[in-house]
Nanobody
Framework: QVQLVESGGGLVQPGGSLRLSCAASGSSFRINVMSWYRQAPGKERELVAVITSGGTTTYADSVKGRFTISRENAKNTVYLQMNSLKPEDTAVYYC????????WGQGTQVTVSS
């Protein structure tokens, strides 16, 4: 079993930055893919960014050039650096970790508003 703890959400003005973290813990496991998703009110959950165990990254078109996903394997932690935030980035952000199963974090609210 793997537990995920997210942190770093909050309220930020347009153009600002936030850094989300998601730390995995539990019994012996090997993490393959780590991802960030988001879900805005009234919308479906969407993929934001993915990073493989080898460090290959993929981004949604809407965040390319503004968001950066990274991981620290020794700490089983994935990060999402979000710059130049826009009001349309407002959502609950979820991390997802894939081992032999798929695990989700509890979600952290990001609100971009003046």
């Amino acid at each position: 079993q793997v537990q995920l703890v997210e942190s770093g959400g909050g309220l930020v003005q347009p153009g600002g930055s936030l850094r989300l973290s998601c730390a995995a813990s539990g019994s012996s496991f090997r993490i393959n893919v780590m991802s960030w998703y988001r879900q805005a009110p009234g919308k479906e959950r969407e993929l934001v960014a993915v990073i493989t165990s080898g460090g290959t990254t993929t981004y949604a078109d809407s965040v390319k050039g503004r968001f950066t996903i990274s991981r620290e394997n020794a700490k089983n932690t994935v990060y999402l650096q979000m710059n130049s935030l826009k009001p349309e980035d407002t959502a609950v952000y979820y991390c997802q970790v894939v081992t032999t199963r798929i695990y989700w974090g509890q979600g952290t609210q990001v609100t971009v508003s003046s």
